[in-house]
């Protein structure tokens, strides 16, 4: 069963905003430091942003700084990725992890598709 | 921190034993994981510390390593680990990096 599911990707024009969810099934989230991770088409992986368990420490990739911003509602137990001004080179596969501490990824889904074309 | 894996590609028979390089730009002291990723998946925790195996890894899976070196070895490669496989550092963050990765084929 997927513990980690991701949803919101789809298809969106340079400039634009897209928002990705991420729901979490089988453990709470509440205590548990959670990240966005993107794999753009062919290529390796690349972390985007980290939420501590309350949300109090947030941290992004330059990459994305200034443009995209992470969230959560633990009584969801959801995290969310709110991604504005977007570009082409955004476009990649994201995926959302569980993070042991802030240290590695333990546990991710299965990853939505962002692409950002005209 | 600019992780470096190598080779980018591996051809290695089935049964036969492969090994993976990291390159850390500085020391990270043994604060590396593994991760393996199969087309169209997720990647998949293999290794944290360097050399402990997560949960349900099998033993054919090995780490070594520390500061600036580290490898992973298959000892005995079976058809399911022809795979992508990154390191990731998790000594200075942010950010947390990974190496480009090494394909394992056939």
């Known amino acids: 069963q997927a513990l980690l599911v991701e949803s919101g990707g789809g298809v969106v024009h340079p400039a634009r905003s897209l928002t990705l969810s991420c729901t979490v099934s089988a453990f709470g989230i509440s205590s548990v430091t959670m990240a966005w991770v993107r794999q753009a088409p062919g290529k390796g992986l690349e972390w985007v942003s980290l939420?501590?368990?309350?949300?109090?420490?947030?941290y992004y990739a330059d990459s994305v700084k200034g443009r995209f911003n992470i969230s959560r509602d633990n009584s969801k137990n959801t995290v969310y990725l709110h991604m504005n001004s977007l570009r082409p080179n955004d476009t990649a596969v994201y995926f959302c992890?569980?993070?042991?501490?802030?240290?590695?990824?333990?546990?991710w889904g299965q990853g939505t598709l962002v692409t950002v074309s005209s | 921190i600019v992780m470096t894996q190598s080779p980018v590609t591996l051809s290695v028979s089935p049964g036969e034993r492969a090994t993976l390089s990291c390159r850390a730009s500085?020391?990270?002291?043994?604060?590396l994981a593994w991760y393996q990723q199969k087309p169209g998946q997720a990647p998949k925790l293999l290794i944290y510390?360097?050399?402990t195996r997560a949960a349900s890894i099998p033993a054919r899976f090995s780490g070594s390593g520390s500061e600036t070196e580290f490898t992973l070895t298959i000892s005995s490669l079976q058809s399911e680990d022809f795979a992508v496989y990154y390191c990731?550092?998790?000594?200075?963050?942010?950010?947390?990096?990974f190496g480009q990765g090494t394909k394992v084929e056939i």
């Open positions: 939420i501590s368990y309350d949300g109090t420490d947030k």
């Open positions: 500085q020391s990270i002291r043994r604060n």
């Open positions: 992890a569980k993070m042991k501490l802030a240290l590695y990824f333990d546990l």
């Open positions: 990731q550092q998790y000594d200075n963050w942010p950010p947390w990096t």
């Open positions: 510390g360097a050399s």
